[in-house]
């Protein structure tokens, strides 16, 4: 059947959160956390023990507003014209599969990543769409467009709960913001995101928080107090400080000291100690750059980096907008993302996500746009074991429905917790203590494991 998925992704509307928490994230985290923030919580014992997982980390791009799938990975060259579009298709390399053309570079790297044409669901808004992609699970009531909600943990907060994170890093960052649903709600704002604003490819590029006092830099901090109080220069650091002013270099003081003192950690954030010929490669832009930023966050053992890119809801000149850079920036940064780990050996251990909230819908309207469509969508996988050069699913010959190896978003969810060593199948508990299921009836994705 080929909406057969509808009835299985509503199910469980009354999921233990009461009211109030339909209206709460989680203690503020609908803006990520500033190190300071992350560091308190964390150091006041919040991040819980017996982490899990294994190893994998994962670089989650997110275009936000619904990138169609006819104008990226699942071109429909023999529709007409009113469904077609106006671009052409390029060849990848593997044999009869073929991209939009505005996605060249992607094309010739299909060979390190699965596309999954075949994903589809029924929240056709962007307020749930976004929840159900970045959580997992479909809102409990219903929420509009412009809805900024987290029914449920963001699956960065998840994986933020459930792994050790070495040097004093954050387990889940953002950049440049946090999506409307990325957030921790039950789980805490300790597992919000670190979200890391600034553009990295202006030249004053810096990670706030995250800069070295003067004292600090050249050594001349040489007792616990003059440590302190270099530390409190920076303004976080004084704002908590001040809360407390009886308390000495704690755990808390020592993590942000760990941080901003580590080298590797430093080394990480400085964007600028890699080759002029590797960031001309990932695109010279804000994108592209964060995109590096995130291969270099996760090769230090950041577990997830989610890399937002707004702008996708094209119902109006969608042709005219891909036509500028929006497109081309993607198809460059990505594929150099995916070759970069490749060639570094790190794409074993590193997955990379593509997606969106939906497609777009298949007749092109009066403004020369699509609206919104999430009876079908594209999702790239590479990395962590995923094969490459495979196309899982299909949709129709004109593109309106997934019709072959449908998947919802909680088989994409857990198959992505499976990749990542945490068990889909456990159990949370809300702030009340009400059991609250992580991935309800989510089957893996089998393409993803062969």
């Known amino acids: 059947m080929r909406h057969n998925y509808f009835s299985r992704n509503c199910e469980d ?14 203690l503020g985290a609908l803006g990520g956390l500033g190190l300071t923030d992350m560091l308190k919580l964390q150091s006041a014992g919040a991040a819980g023990p017996g982490k899990k ?11 936000d507003g619904g990138p169609s799938h006819y104008e990226t990975f699942d071109p429909k060259p023999d529709a007409p014209s009113e469904i077609r579009g106006e671009f052409g298709t390029v060849p990848t390399t593997v044999p009869g599969v073929h991209f ?48 900024y909600v987290t029914f449920h943990p963001s699956i960065g907060s998840v994986v933020s709960e ?38 990295p490819n202006s030249d004053s590029f810096r990670v706030r928080d995250v800069t070295l006092p003067k004292e600090i830099e050249d050594g001349r901090a040489k ?48 964007i600028t100690r890699e080759k002029e010929e590797t960031r001309d490669a990932y695109g010279r832009n804000d994108f592209g750059q964060r995109l590096l930023m995130a291969r270099r ?15 996708w809801d094209d119902h109006r000149k969608l042709f005219e907008n891909y036509k500028k850079d929006k497109a081309e920036r993607v198809d460059v940064g990505v594929s150099a993302l995916i070759q970069d ?25 009066k403004d020369a746009g699509r609206d919104h469509w999430s009876f079908a969508m594209s999702v790239i996988m590479a990395g962590a074991g995923i094969p490459g050069g495979q196309i899982v699913g299909a949709t129709d010959v004109k593109g309106y429905y997934a019709n072959e190896n449908i998947y919802a978003p909680e088989d994409f969810a857990a198959s992505l917790y499976t990749k990542m060593g945490i068990d889909h199948q456990t159990t949370l508990h809300d702030t009340s203590g009400r059991p609250v299921q992580l991935v309800n009836n989510g089957r893996l994705i089998k393409e993803l494991f062969a």
């Open 162 to 199: 459930n792994r050790q994170v070495p040097h004093g890093l954050p387990a889940y960052v953002s950049t440049p913001r946090m999506s409307r649903s990325g957030g921790p709600n039950f789980l805490g704002a300790q597992h919000a995101p670190f979200v890391i604003s600034d553009n």
């Open 341 to 365: 780990l490749a060639d570094r050996g790190s794409l074993d251990n590193t997955m990379v996500v593509l997606l969106g909230e939906f497609g777009r819908t298949p007749k092109i309207n």
């Open 297 to 311: 966050l996760t090769e230090v053992g950041v577990p997830f980096v989610t890399v937002y890119y707004g702008g």
């Open 13 to 26: 509307r009354n999921n233990g959160f009461g009211r109030r928490q339909f209206i709460q994230t989680g």
């Open 223 to 270: 007792s616990r107090v003059e440590l302190r109080r270099s530390l409190d220069q920076m303004r976080r650091i004084t704002d908590a400080a001040a809360e407390d002013p009886a308390v000495a270099l704690d755990e808390y003081y020592a993590s942000a000291f760990d941080l901003v003192t580590s080298t590797e950690a430093q080394n990480a954030f400085d």
């Open 53 to 63: 997982g294994n190893d994998t980390r994962c670089i989650f791009i997110w275009l």
């Open 100 to 147: 939009c053309d505005k996605f060249p570079h992607l094309a010739k790297t299909f060979d390190h990543f699965t596309v999954i044409r075949s994903i589809a669901h029924n929240q056709n808004n962007h307020g749930a769409g976004n929840h159900y992609l970045m959580t997992g699970r479909p809102t409990p009531v219903p929420v509009g467009c412009g809805a």
